[in-house]
T-cell receptor, first 116, second 113 residues
Framework: EAGVAQSPRYKIIEKRQSVAFWCNPISGHATLYWYQQILGQGPKLLIQFQNNGVVDDSQLPKDRFSAERLKGVDSTLKIQPAKLEDSAVYLC??????????????FGPGTRLTVL | AQSVTQLDSQVPVFEEAPVELRCNYSSSVSVYLFWYVQYPNQGLQLLLKYLSGSTLVKGINGFEAEFNKSQTSFHLRKPSVHISDTAEYFCAVSYTGGFKTIFGAGTRLFVKA
């Protein structure tokens, strides 16, 4: 089966610009996650969707970050305006069941964002 | 608050030698534990997970991990590593009643010929 797809793979922008990332999960997976992975750190959950509803967005900086999954399939994550500290790899993952604590998550290759 | 500590940021080892990557977690409730691997320019993939039952968990590529509740540890081991095992390894924990998985900072395993 096809894996989790993400685009673009790399993005360089200047601070205060906006940027958007796209993710297409594994077909049939109900749960979708966006993580931020800063260099030297583990992935940090930004937002988790169950179908098209938000399960957890407690660590999403809502003043500048937004995410949507309108039809319960693919998703976009947007940053507006970007700050230097947003430089990171943005990972998308999906899981097939209810997004509970025992699920295996399947990760995409990530988008590396550099903010200058 | 829950946390995951991977005690070594980098582990260099010679090919065919054994390796142990250490992971400790903090929690006062039941936990579920995972090891993920990230090969260069690829996404994370699951190596193994502990949900319940036997404390020794076997995963893919010859890796295994042992859950030690008294020491709150979940160390990853492989008796003989290959060059192809060079990657970053992440320990992760989630807990009953919650949805979020918390990842450690990662351990970079470098296998030398």
């Amino acid at each position: 089966e096809a894996g989790v797809a993400q685009s673009p793979r790399y993005k360089i922008i200047e601070k205060r610009q906006s940027v958007a990332f796209w993710c297409n999960p594994i077909s049939g997976h109900a749960t979708l996650y966006w993580y931020q992975q800063i260099l030297g750190q583990g992935p940090k959950l930004l937002i988790q969707f169950q179908n098209n509803g938000v399960v957890d967005d407690s660590q999403l900086p809502k003043d500048r970050f937004s995410a949507e999954r309108l039809k319960g399939v693919d998703s976009t994550l947007k940053i507006q305006p970007a700050k230097l500290e947003d430089s990171a790899v943005y990972l998308c993952a999906s899981s097939s069941t209810l997004g509970t604590h025992t699920d295996t998550q399947y990760f995409g290759p990530g988008t590396r964002l550099t903010v200058l | 608050a829950q946390s995951v500590t991977q005690l070594d940021s980098q582990v260099p080892v010679f090919e065919e030698a054994p390796v142990e990557l250490r992971c400790n977690y903090s929690s006062s409730v039941s936990v579920y534990l995972f090891w993920y691997v990230q090969y260069p320019n690829q996404g994370l993939q699951l190596l193994l997970k502990y949900l319940s039952g036997s404390t020794l968990v076997k995963g893919i590529n010859g890796f295994e991990a042992e859950f030690n509740k008294s020491q709150t540890s979940f160390h990853l081991r492989k008796p003989s590593v290959h060059i192809s095992d060079t990657a970053e390894y992440f320990c992760a924990v989630s807990y009953t009643g919650g949805f979020k998985t918390i990842f450690g900072a990662g351990t970079r395993l470098f296998v030398k010929a």
